[in-house]
């Protein structure tokens, strides 16, 4: 295989995206190798953690949380997280700009031996008087949680670990308050061996949603070991340049225009036959910085690297690979109109968001792709492959000190239940900051 | 997604980046659509005699990323995949979701002016929930075309109604796969490098011992019991599994067949005969685990499945040449005192492995839930002391009783048998092999 799978790069540069307290971009060529311009790993500490329990949150459309607002009254139902047996906290240590750092994330574990990984669950009626009754039950991977770093103790909001489903139901930003945190203090984190209780039982209300939270998570810390990524064999050297960028403008909204599908089989069971319904998205990731890295063997001339980085002319660039990222936790908004035998109007922030780089030959291509996003109202979980809007600048403006990229949304989309075609375009304007190089040793390619 | 699975992801990423590209002419294609399985109980196909008439369900592949076409196989790598099963019966109700655990491949078939056939196999079912087996699924066809060009575009879209045992429905794809062009889809890197060629040990040849060793088996007339009911707390709520309690029954009929075991030894030098059939008994020689022949040809499955307010469930399904019998271990040569045996799963005549053993039309807990997965469902274990292998006759008993728990269903199974072996043949051999080329 030699292109990547761009879904899977998305979904790794999602996951590898740095913590709110990280003052620095953690590009995938970074996270690996560290970087010329500041950054590198010091040591991943892995703690395996065996959870059993749960979370059970049962809920319903309440006038008192503002339900007639949103038109989620005729909603309630009920939405579980499984951790299907655990996962591990990850502990990174390091430097970025000089000073040390760490970074503690809690990750399901990958599919265990009967093929589940943590999930939620949710089974939601639709009973709104004078209409139709319907009912929608649906699934979603759940993914990991990164940990608030305050004074050395790691906080992980277990609200993080669930996520948006097809159905109507209270983000997991409305349950937050509703669930216990994993507070974990430093000889926590360095030992394990501790057992943490996190049962709770809490209403919430919010969102249009009102309801109770119950936890019987039971997180039991096993022994830390440190992770080694070093890939055996010989290691010959490789060159590195890498350069800063910067998102310093950005414009425009990309509309997902859904309904439900035709085919009865399939739109019955997530309640979405003859739905139908926009979702605007205006991701706001201004001030957001990343690299664009160059890489290939050390005894190839710098010159080959700035020219495959569009800042020198004359270079080789055959051999020399060229990617990039741009990462941002959260920015911008989803806004949701959907209508079946009522109507529903909800909006939520747009959470985490990458742009992604790429040099063909002849342009530059970017791809910006979000966190699925989702509000409160049925919907579609739109697909992160090929990202929210894609679009190319010739490879020649690689020189300006400023790009600005024009970015389409993308092609139709099937999701289960619903049809979604998307329109609309997005503005980028990235800000170049200047080139480093290193040397550095790594494993055999 | 997982933090650490980014870093290894990431790890594999950067050494795919800088690989040089595949020789042979493997096609990458970006899929639009998707492929969906619907059924519904159906009074016409008998669904009150086995209970199902209340259930409806779709299972919806969703391909959302590249598409490798190898070899006239499309392999949809980490396609998301929902199973999702609605059971309305008088007096309750419940919604079942599962995913397929196995990697889907479309088999293609091509035909006359640019047609083509896509056959998904047998990894296609209805999960741990009420519907189709894989067996049943397996025969369907996708009917489409290929376009003509330098590259390959298949289009996949086509609707074909199914009948599954109780249930009638239609295999509907949108299925669109076009040539995948990182450009237009934002593609990622736009160099390769061929900088460092892979290095490896220098080929050599070594000297094996090998003995050959053939048994006739005969298995008597058994069978594995499994009893499970839907687990308490919430999460039994995922399988449509709450108060649910059932049995099932593999029945294995009495059977002959033959076994072949080979064991070998790297040496330095040729042994004698006799010293290396005293090697062996004393379980220095290495065991190649090998898959015996398909033991029982007549497995039947039988399930009853009760819920409070819901109709009963019963279902039977045969099951020719689900069991196989296994001597040596399963993935790892071994040498020691004593040699595993197992009888375990294989897949079906038309799907190959990965069938689920444990399937009928009604919903249950899987043969991984039950039997384990790794290095696949066993249904009963038992050993044999090495030095026994050389004997005219042994009998080998296999037992596989053991409790499960999760997901949804809890229970525990039952089942022994006792196996007979004849050797009735021994041979030895000296062969030369090259290694690392």
Known sequence: MRKLLPATLIALALAAAPAAAQPFPLTSIALLFGDPQGFQTLRTTDLPVRVTGGITVTFAGSAAAGCAARGVCGYHGTLLYDPAGGGDITIQSYVSAGRRHRAVALEPAPLDARGRSAYTWTEVQRDIAGGSAGECADEQASGGAEARMPHGAAIIALADLLSPTRCAGPLPSDLADALPELVLNASELAHGRRTVDLHSVRRFAGGGFAGTVTSTLVLALRTPRKLDFQVPGPRPRYRLVTEAVKIIAASGAVTERFQGSSDQGVCVLLDSCGAAGTLTLAPSPLGATGLISAIGPARRPLRDFLTALGLARGGRVRGIAVSGDVVWNAGGTVSERFSQTGSCLDHATLGQGILVLGLTRTRLSAVLAAAPPRARCPGPVAPLAGGIAAGTVPRAELGAARITVTLNGGPSLDDDGYTISTSGRVSLTLRRGRAVARIFTGPRF | ?437
């Not at chain 2, 056939?117 to 489409?144: F, I, M, N, Q």
């Not at chain 2, 575009?153 to 076009?178: E, M, N, Q, W």
């Not at chain 2, 080929?203 to 008597?220: F, G, K, M, N, W």
């Open chain 2, 1 to 437: 997604m997982a933090r650490k699975t980014a870093r290894v992801g990431l790890l594999i990423a950067a050494l795919a980046v800088l690989s040089p590209a595949p020789a042979v002419a493997d096609e990458a294609l970006w899929p639009q659509g998707a492929i969906t399985y619907s059924w519904h109980g159906d009074p016409a196909r008998g669904c009150a005699q086995v209970g199902v008439c209340g259930v409806q369900g779709a299972l919806v592949l969703r391909p959302d990323d590249e598409v490798d076409l190898s070899g006239g196989t499309l392999e949809l790598i980490d396609t998301p995949a929902t199973i999702r099963v609605r059971r309305t019966d008088p007096g309750s109700s419940g919604d079942c979701i599962d995913s397929p655990g196995d990697v889907p491949l479309i088999a293609l078939t091509a035909g006359r002016h640019g047609a083509v056939r896509a056959s998904l196999g047998g990894v296609a079912s209805s999960g741990r929930c009420a519907g189709p087996t894989a067996a049943d699924l397996a025969p369907l066809a996708l009917t489409g075309t290929r376009t003509r060009g330098r590259h390959a575009s298949f289009d996949l879209r086509s609707s074909l109604p199914f009948t599954a045992g109780p249930y009638s429905g239609t295999l509907t794809s949108t299925l669109v796969l076009k040539p995948y062009h990182p450009q237009s889809l934002g593609g990622f890197f736009g160099g390769s490098s061929t900088c460092c060629s892979a290095g490896g040990p220098r080929p050599h040849s070594v000297l094996v011992e090998q003995v050959d060793l053939r048994y006739r088996v005969a298995l008597p007339a058994s069978a594995v019991t499994v009893s499970f009911a839907g687990q308490s707390g919430p999460f039994c709520a995922v399988l449509d599994a709450c108060g649910a309690v059932g049995t099932l029954r593999l029945g294995l009929s009495a059977t002959r067949g033959t076994l072949d075991i080979m064991a070998t030894r790297r040496v330095a030098s040729r042994l004698p005969r006799r010293r290396l059939l005293a090697e062996l008994r004393a379980g220095r020689l290495v065991l190649e685990g090998g898959l015996g022949p398909s033991l029982a040809q007549n497995e039947v499955l039988s399930e009853t499945l009760t819920r409070p307010g819901a109709q009963d469930c019963s279902d039977t399904q045969a099951l020719p040449g689900a069991v196989l019998l296994n001597a040596g271990p399963l993935l790892v040569p071994i040498a020691g005192p004593r040699v595993p045996f197992a009888l375990s799963t294989a897949g079906g005549p038309e799907s190959g492995a990965g069938i689920d053993v444990l399937r009928t039309h009604c919903a249950g807990p899987s043969a991984s839930d039950v039997f384990g997965s790794l290095p696949g469902p066993v249904l009963m274990r038992g050993s044999l002391a090495t030095a026994r292998l050389l004997a005219a006759h042994s009998t080998l008993t296999l037992s596989g009783a053991r409790t499960f728990a999760g997901p949804g269903y809890s229970g525990r199974r039952s089942g022994s048998a006792v196996i007979s072996l004849s050797l009735v043949h021994i041979g030895v051999r000296t062969v030369r092999i090259r290694e690392g080329s």
